[in-house]
């Protein structure tokens, strides 16, 4: 039961221009969502958050965007530099209150390459 | 600050063996999450642990163990390797529980089982 998807699974981008990354998701319980970033032999570093109750959350060159209505979200970079090649995971947290509540649920990851 | 420290870096074992797995949170943090990542896939949560207790478990067999110790740091213990235990395995540091959606990873162990 993949709870989180992200369907792409490469995106190639030209260094200055917008990388949009995506995340799907069909559980209504999920209260954050979060992208991280993997570089090889590297642990994912945490990049940027957004919680249910918001639709934006910017941050420097990135901004999440949540459709809850249409259960997708979506991390924008811009301008994208070639060091964000990387995968890029979207994980989503179930609502406090029951067991794993620290639990993150993960996409499958996309590997974003920045052309210079 | 140092990060969410792992050890060892890198492991071989054979089927039917133990396995240890250490892990130091982010100083001032007091919960630890356990993940397996296989390659081409998202981690997949194994434990949380808050003050020492464990608060959340993911679908793994109970071959899979751990614990929190009073500095937090927290051990992962595998039981009868099976092939497919082959993995990278992170630890997670978050600040408190009601926060713990903000997570913070270790460089992982990378675990081969021949």
């Known amino acids: 039961d993949q709870q989180v998807k992200q369907n792409s699974p490469s995106l190639s981008v030209q260094e200055g221009r917008i990388s949009i990354l995506n995340c799907d998701y069909t559980?209504?319980?999920?209260?954050?969502f979060l992208w991280y970033k993997k570089y090889p032999a590297e642990g994912p570093t945490f990049l940027i958050s957004?919680?249910?109750?918001?639709d934006k959350n910017e941050d420097g060159r990135f901004t999440v965007f949540l459709n809850k209505s249409a259960k997708h979200l979506s991390l924008h970079i811009v301008p994208s530099q070639p060091g964000d090649s990387a995968v890029y995971f979207c994980?989503?947290?179930?609502?406090?209150?029951?067991?794993?509540?620290?639990?993150?649920?993960f996409g499958q990851g996309t590997i974003l390459t920045v052309h210079p | 600050d140092a990060g969410v420290t792992q050890s060892p870096t890198h492991l071989i074992k054979t089927r039917g063996q133990h396995v240890t797995l250490r892990c130091s949170p982010i100083?001032?943090?007091?919960?630890v999450s356990w993940y397996q990542q296989v390659l081409g896939q998202g981690p997949q949560f194994i434990f949380q642990?808050?003050?020492?207790?464990?608060?959340g478990r993911g679908n793994f067999p109970d071959r899979f163990s751990a614990r929190q110790f009073p500095n937090y740091s927290s051990e992962l213990n595998v039981n009868a390797l099976l092939l497919g235990d082959s993995a990278l395995y992170l630890c997670?540091?978050?600040?408190?529980?009601?926060?713990?959606?903000?997570?913070?990873f270790g460089p992982g162990t990378r675990l081969t089982v021949t």
């Open positions: 997670a540091s978050s600040l408190r529980g009601d926060r713990s959606y903000e997570q913070y």
């Open positions: 559980n209504s319980m999920f209260d954050y």
């Open positions: 957004i919680s249910s109750i918001k």
């Open positions: 994980a989503a947290r179930k609502s406090a209150g029951g067991t794993s509540y620290g639990k993150l649920t």
């Open positions: 100083s001032g943090h007091k919960s």
């Open positions: 642990y808050y003050e020492k207790e464990e608060r």
